[in-house]
């Protein structure tokens, strides 16, 4: 017989020293929100079960809509090359972000719109503009500078999304379609945000 009094077991994953998010943010129970600097969760941000925003080597800022799906990973994976002249910049997702399942975005900014499709690696110190696509399992290299509606598939072969650049009424059903989407997981998914 297990004994309801008994004592539970903690995390040893360290609790970000300064964590400020939003009251509109849904959560599910097993995602993770670790680290030792800030994290800053804006508003109607959901997080899946088991995505895991990290804060360990350098601060991150999820905007406005950014939705991480099961296994994503948002964060600074390593801290430098040891010499002390860590990385300090940290992660910035845009308003409207998406990172799919298994996903890892280590970028310094990620701008408005852009998806990280399943298995997609987006490495660190990369800047990637608004509207982007890194197709499923492509791969990022670090310090790389990707352009508004650039298109990155097979490996780091590189495309322009002429359609969306051209047509702002597109732009504007990719938000609204974003939203709806966020209104679902608001009906769909039990929210955890009290655990934070």
Known sequence: RTSTTGKRTVSALPKPTSLVIDPSVIIAQHAAVTGNYPITIGPNVVL????????????VVLGDGVVLYERAFVGVVTGGNGSGDERREGAWLGRNV??????????????EGTVVEAGGRVGSGVVVGKFCTITASAVVPPDSKIPDFTVVYSGFERRIDGITKMRPDIQSAKRAMHMKHIEVFRRLMPNNIAKW
């Open 48 to 59: 899946h079960p088991h995505a895991k925003v990290s804060s360990v080597w350098a601060p």
């Open 98 to 111: 998406v990172v799919e399942t298994g996903a890892i975005v280590e970028a310094r900014e990620v701008g």
